[in-house]
């Protein structure tokens, strides 16, 4: 079981900066791969990023390609999305989420990722 707890939303002026943090519990970080999404009110959720356990593999979603960035520190059980750059079309509920992997590939459908976070709120203003 892997429990995933996100911080570091807020509010933010378009062009700003902000930096998402999501902790996970459990010894074995490191074979999971971990992605960020995000839902905004009326649409479908999203790809944010992804990235592989080892941290070696990430992928972008279109819409947030050289603006955002995943991390991850296995030593801490921590993965990071900073977000620079920020529109107001990046407002939205941003969530966690996790599955076990070791082949190093990113899976970018949210119904491959079994455990997730509770979401944190980004609300971007023009």
């Known amino acids: 079981q892997v429990q995933l707890v996100e911080s570091g939303g807020g509010l933010v002026q378009a062009g700003g900066s902000l930096r998402l943090s999501c902790a996970a519990s459990?010894?074995?970080?490191?074979?999971?791969?971990m992605a960020w999404f995000r839902q905004a009110p009326g649409k479908e959720r999203e790809i944010v990023a992804g990235?592989?356990?080892?941290?070696?593999?990430?992928a972008y979603g279109d819409s947030v390609k050289g603006r955002f960035t995943i991390s991850r520190d296995n030593a801490k059980n921590t993965v990071y999305l900073q977000m620079n750059s920020l529109k107001p079309e990046d407002t939205a509920v941003y969530y966690c989420?996790?599955?076990?992997?070791?082949?190093?590939?990113?899976?970018?459908?949210?119904?491959?990722?079994?455990?997730w976070g509770q979401g944190t709120q980004v609300t971007v203003s023009s």
């Open positions: 989420a996790a599955r076990f992997s070791i082949s190093g590939r990113i899976r970018t459908n949210d119904e491959e990722y079994g455990y």
């Open positions: 459990g010894r074995t970080f490191s074979t999971y791969a």
């Open positions: 990235i592989s356990g080892s941290g070696a593999n990430t």
